[in-house]
């Protein structure tokens, strides 16, 4: 919504008539843990496309996005080591700023199309597209340099009047009355490592949205377990006994409830540490023993096991490959 506001007053649009028409409170921007619902978002959307004399102004979003537009999750694409990663990161934690947006990948040959789809959305409105993809574009531009061309651009609806904006702003050969509407890059460009590559910042902002999807819904007792066992896992003191007293119940009424959701302790803590490790181990600036003790295990020889089980590799060896 923050794009919007900015979009409007770059046409010189005062905003606050078309935010207030659309029930949605501009103090909400800085606010990670708000929500606006996708009926007050269609009307802005609605309201903002009137109030432009521009066809192509959902065209113009991809210049005003900013990182920041994304909270973490805007600073974890930052720091990914290729448009691969960042990509993937992208489709993991797509909820830490929408409820019903989706990012797909697909792999076709050498190449990677990218496509982003919501059904909360009224359908038909063109500009959700060009946003969605603009914004796209210039995220990996951000990261890979502002000479980044896709290999082809595709929209599902017909061409309009005038395609010279759309030309210009993605610098390459564009489709319209396609399947699907979606960016396509060739492998070798998304898998080129990236100069602004940081694997512990990406590390840390991972951690942080990991955390708050799982508080997104505080009532869903295995988020709450995985919330308490990322906090505990470094402490030494991690069990499920303990677990259960950090959320205020006995072990055993945490066993029947996990029992009941189809999964126990032991799966979440595995599949925790799996998740972490993966991640912890392309930070070549933490060692393999303080990367297993920050998964809380107490042997370096008990983390190299389980960490060969899931990859099929030695913690050593993968990381050599990464």
Known sequence: MELAWGLLESYEIDPVPLFQKARIDPRHFKDPTARISQASSNELWKNVAKAVDDPSFALKLGELW??????????????????????NRLVRYIKVVSDSTEVILAEKGDQLSIAVTNPAREKVPYWYSDGDLSIV????????GDKLSPEAVTFKYPAPKSTADYYAYFRCPIEFNARHSSIVFPGKIVDKRLSGSNPMLAQLNDQVMVKY?????????????????????????LS????????YMSNRTL???LQEQGTTFKKILT????ELALKYIQNHQMTL????????????SAFSRAFKHW????????????
């Open 66 to 87: 900013h990182p920041s537009h994304m909270h973490a999750l805007g600073y974890a694409w930052l720091a990914s080591s290729t448009l691969r990663t960042a990509l």
């Open 137 to 144: 574009m210039a995220m990996c531009r951000a990261n890979y």
């Open 213 to 237: 999807m799982a508080r997104l819904d505080e009532d869903d007792i295995i988020s709450r377990v995985k919330i308490t066992i990322i906090e505990l896992l470094a402490d030494g003191r």
């Open 240 to 247: 499920d006994g303990k677990v259960a007293e950090t959320l």
């Open 255 to 257: 066993q029947r409830k």
């Open 271 to 274: 599949d925790v540490r799996h």
């Open 289 to 300: 023993t303080e990367l297993s003790f920050q998964l809380g295990f107490s042997e370096m």
């Open 311 to 322: 990859t099929g590799k030695s913690p050593r060896d993968f990381r050599a490959t990464a």
